[in-house]
């Protein structure tokens, strides 16, 4: 595989029509490896802004009346560019964002597959018929909700994008995307494969600017009729005031602490193999990642020390050398926070098994590197024990009893994933029935797939995106009554 030349041209489409940076201003997209700059993103003006509403007015009514099977043909054809143009979207992703090439393969296939998976599901949008006296019906129609805004973040900007976007275009309403400004080339790329399989300029576009500017300026529009966000909840409950005005309807996929149950009769080796190779994904930068591991006593001490060895084997460096497992954290904000978090916890008494600094494998500073970190015997006052680290950080603590288990991993305010390992198939259904989250893995982390809902509970937001629930949030409901 060639790397390829970061592009100079970064644009926004709005309208059918590619923007570039004249008249605009413009900020420094960085590589999160080395420092360096690798080109200059435009930022959209109000003026942009307000074209892209009105063309996202017009497109609505015009990609709402296109039959479904033309809909989902056209998602077809996305997903067919996306996986052809796989390597050289992976590469932009890489150099922008960090993460192990064969990470962002893999994300590129999802978006693949999340486009193709929304193709199929349009074709599924049923209504129903409520019988009445002879010669009468009620009918209950689902429409979709109209012009959406969607914003999504930097840690997986393509298939966050993605998962917008194609639901939003199946369920047949006209979108405005504002991804990342951190990650733009490879969104662009991505955008690109919309605009080659022929969805209408006024159907799909895509804007970068100032988020707090963007985001006021499209939800005051009257025009706007649903907001799509993930991000921080912080961000998530400032962009839910700003919706209260115009009563929009929104999706909120917020951040999380996941819990993760370890009891005693588990297949420790599975839990340890998997917990190494899923904590330091992305570096730990997912909202679903494995963080608070509650570890049955009888097996605290060898969880904690094989999970230990494991993550310190994990190389880290460059995510374009295939040598390297883990990247840079994507922004320099991260090694910042998860520093803080971490000697907090350090000096409050916590027993640092491996990592516990900035750097990476060669031993170089350069870059946004913070080294994989298994952290035991973490006091209960520790901040990273209830501030979601968001970086390559575990955290271990044990429990005796299973209502113990339970109890610490509900006792924060959010809830979007949690985890248990455990090969008594009852005590799983127990632990299913009991945490307050919207995605539970036993015995496994993976539970981001195209056909199932993702979201979360508490503050961890609301609304799903994937599966036909995700279809559905980008529908309204509507009764007819004839007689
Ligand atoms: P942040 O809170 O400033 O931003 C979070 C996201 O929201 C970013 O993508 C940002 O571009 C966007 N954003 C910020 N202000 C906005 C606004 N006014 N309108 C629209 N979008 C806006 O924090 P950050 O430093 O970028 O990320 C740090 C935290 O965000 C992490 O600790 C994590 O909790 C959370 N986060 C969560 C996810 C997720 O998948 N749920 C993804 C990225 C970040």
Partial sequence: MTTPNYPQNLQLYINGAWHGKE??????????????????????????????????????????????????????????????????????????????????????ASCAGTFDYFAEEAKRIYGRVLMRPTGQRAMVLKQPVGPVAAFSPWNFPVSLMSKKMAAALAAGCSIIAKPPEETPASTIAIMQCVVDAGIPGDAAQLVYGVPDMVSRHLIASPTIRKISFTGSVPVGKHLLKLCADGVKRTTMELGGHAPVLIFDDCDLDRAITMAS??????????????????????????????????????????????????????????????????????????NILTGGERGNSSGTNDGNFYKPTIIKDVPMDADIMSNEPFGPVALIRPFKTFDEAIEQANRLPFGLAGYAFTENGRQANMVADALEVGMVGLNSFVISTADAPFGGVKESGFGSEGGPEGLESYLVTKAVHQY
């Fill in 23 to 108: 008249g605009r201003e413009t900020i420094p997209v960085i590589n999160p490896a080395t420092g360096e700059a690798l080109a200059d993103l435009p930022l959209a003006t109000k003026a942009d802004l307000d074209a892209a509403l009105e063309a996202a007015n017009k497109g609505f009514y015009k990609w709402r009346a296109v039959d479904v099977n033309e809909r989902g043909a056209k998602l077809h054809k996305v997903a067919d560019l996306i996986r052809e143009r796989t390597d050289h979207i992976a590469a932009l992703l890489t150099m922008e964002q960090g993460k192990p090439i064969a990470e962002a393969k893999g994300e590129v």
């Fill in 277 to 350: 190779m899923t904590k330091f994904r992305n570096a730990g930068q997912i909202c679903i990642s494995p963080t608070r591991f509650y570890v049955q006593e009888g097996i605290y001490d060898a969880f904690a020390k094989g999970f230990a060895e494991r993550t310190a084997q994990i190389k880290v460096g460059n995510g374009l050398d295939i040598d390297n497992a883990m990247g840079p954290l994507a922004n320099s904000r991260r090694p910042d926070a998860i520093e803080a978090l971490v000697e907090d916890a350090r000096t409050k008494g916590a």
